[in-house]
């Protein structure tokens, strides 16, 4: 089983996604987080997707802390 990303971790996927024109696959962003924060296995496609969906909700608590 993998590890939770941090509020933090969330955010900088949140970023990456938005750091080009067209952004990046959810797989793609799924491998780049696994070699960004060195995770056993990349996050699910689910996953990255529940993060991107969620991004207000990350920005509020990335505030917040």
Known sequence: KGKWLTIAQKWQVIEEHGRTQ???????????????????????????????????AVKSKLDSA
Do not use: V, Y
Not at 29 to 51: D, E, G, V, Y
């Open 22 to 56: 067209p952004p990046p696959s959810l797989a793609d962003l799924a491998r780049w987080s696994q070699a960004k924060f060195k995770l056993s296995q990349p996050p699910s496609r689910a996953t990255i997707a529940n993060i991107l969906r969620g991004a207000s």
